[in-house]
């Protein structure tokens, strides 16, 4: 062997050695929150996590209420007046348990019945329950009056001074169990099809993102294993290494 020849596979050595101890003194310092794209990886997956996380929760909320609501009969009514203030304000979100008896209502309970000549119903506490007597004004549709289980129910709003103008009668009605003050404005947005457009098409786009094959990145383990496989002439899949070339004679 020839001492030019002696001197390249020298300096070949020397060369892959440095190389080497690079790859690895690069590799540490990652590993120790130094220099590299980390951080900011570490940001995005905790923004990620966090929104899958919320919208796992909504997800679950919105499952449970879909079933308690078809088991128990359960209903969910938006308040667009102020009638009912300050105990259910205009905006408010009320949950009601639909169709109970009239027979079994009581001063006191907030209920909500149609109103005849009205497309909405209306939400207003129960003053007094009795027999149908007299003229009969406002007859929800479908009621007989001779029917024993109809009840004349006189109403009043909270925020209003003087009861409703004439009973209603009826023979089962949706009790309040509970409201909420302004929850019906974001149930209403909600419920828009520009927002539900926007949370389908954000939530796809989220799904994608995650499933989306990243390969290797800087700043994890595998791409400075990686890096340091270059480097060195080394193949990550484990492969016999690769021989660096021979300058020519």
Request: net charge positive; hydrophobic share 45%; charged share 20%.
């Amino acid at each position: 062997m020839s001492a030019q020849a002696a001197a390249t596979r020298a300096g070949d050595r020397d060369a892959l050695a440095a190389a080497r101890r690079d790859a690895v003194a690069a590799s540490r310092a990652r590993a120790r929150g130094g220099a590299g794209t980390r951080p900011r990886r570490t940001a995005g997956l905790v923004v990620r996590d966090a929104v899958l996380t919320l919208t796992g929760i909504a997800g679950a909320l919105v499952i449970a209420w879909t079933l308690l609501s078809r088991i128990l009969g359960l209903s969910l009514v938006v308040l667009m007046t102020g009638s009912m203030a300050p105990t259910l304000p205009t905006g408010s979100a009320a949950v009601t348990l639909d169709g109970v008896p009239a027979a079994d209502l009581r001063p006191g309970d907030v209920v909500k019945v149609p109103r005849p000549g009205y497309d909405l119903p209306v939400t207003h506490r129960v003053v007094s329950v009795g027999p149908v007597t007299g003229e009969v004004e406002r007859l929800s549709a479908g009621v007989d009056p001779a029917d024993p289980a109809a009840r004349q129910l006189v109403l009043q709003g909270d925020a209003n001074a003087t009861v409703d103008p004439s009973p209603y009668v009826v023979t089962e009605a949706d009790r309040v169990l509970g409201g909420a003050p302004y929850l019906g404005y974001a149930n209403r947005l909600l419920h828009t099809p520009l927002v539900i457009a926007g949370l389908a098409g954000a939530l796809v786009l989220l799904l994608v993102g995650t499933s989306w094959p990243t390969g290797e990145r800087r700043g994890s383990p595998r791409g400075d294993r990686a890096a340091g496989d270059r480097a060195t002439g080394r193949r990550s899949a484990g492969g016999p290494p690769r021989r660096p070339a021979r300058h020519a004679r």
